[in-house]
């Protein structure tokens, strides 16, 4: 399964757009790319997810490079409300199971 | 609508007890996982239900782990004897179909299992 890498943690001014960087190197064609967020003492919640094209819903965006070897989410007006642990997840397409790592720790400040 | 609900939210556990914890996935929905999310990390997979077949359980850490899903719809977890290196949070997710990229899993709050 193809690992990730995201820094520990963020800090964004409220009002700003959170840009919230991985690296997954090591994916394969098959492999999606997962956002989700866990904001203390809940379950996680589904953000966003995509292949190779840039994808946007209501919450946020998800910017994939070309070789697909990194990718950003960006929350393009944060709020308090946006502070939460946020993780990038690489998933296989035949395959349910989702593999957390560490995440980042997102601190939205007034 | 109603979400993927969990019970108890908290359990207190003496070391050697068992437990049984409870998941109530969306109505509807085919798949469910069961994660394990110890203090300060990301969540781990324990095991995953189609319908009522367990097709994977890889993640379970010992033989004192059990779950089941008899009738399709809600899920126990029982932990056998239990340890205090089971104390964690024990999240439950489903989603709408199979493992096909784009199921989106919902997860439930969660059970926080404390074992002295």
């Known amino acids: 399964d193809a690992k990730t890498t995201q820094p520990t943690s963020m800090d964004c001014a409220e009002g700003r757009a959170a840009n919230l960087p991985c690296n997954h190197s090591?994916?394969?064609?098959?492999?999606?790319v997962y956002w989700y967020r866990q904001i203390h003492s809940q379950g996680p919640q589904y953000i966003i997810h995509g292949l190779k094209n840039n994808e946007t819903n209501e919450m946020a965006s998800l910017i994939i490079t070309e070789d697909r070897k990194s990718s950003t989410l960006i929350l393009p007006h944060a709020t308090l409300r946006d502070t939460a642990v946020y993780y990038c997840i690489v998933r296989p397409s035949n395959t349910g199971k989702l593999i957390f790592g560490q995440g980042t720790t997102l601190q939205v400040k007034p | 609508g109603a979400g993927v609900s969990q019970s108890p939210r908290y359990k207190v556990a003496k070391r050697g007890q068992d437990v049984a914890l409870r998941c109530d996935p969306i109505s509807g929905h085919v798949s469910l996982f069961w994660y394990q999310q110890a203090l300060g990390q990301g969540p781990e997979f324990l095991t995953y239900f189609q319908n009522e077949a367990q097709l994977d359980k890889s993640g379970l850490p010992s033989d004192r782990f059990f779950a089941e899903r008899p009738e399709g719809s809600v899920s126990t977890l029982k932990i056998q004897r239990t340890q205090q290196e089971d104390s964690a949070v024990y999240l439950c997710?489903?989603?709408?179909?199979?493992?096909?990229?784009?199921?989106?899993?919902?997860f439930g709050p969660g059970t926080r299992l404390l074992v002295l």
């Open positions: 090591t994916i394969s064609g098959n492999e999606y």
């Open positions: 997710a489903s989603s709408l179909g199979g493992v096909a990229v784009g199921e989106t899993q919902y």
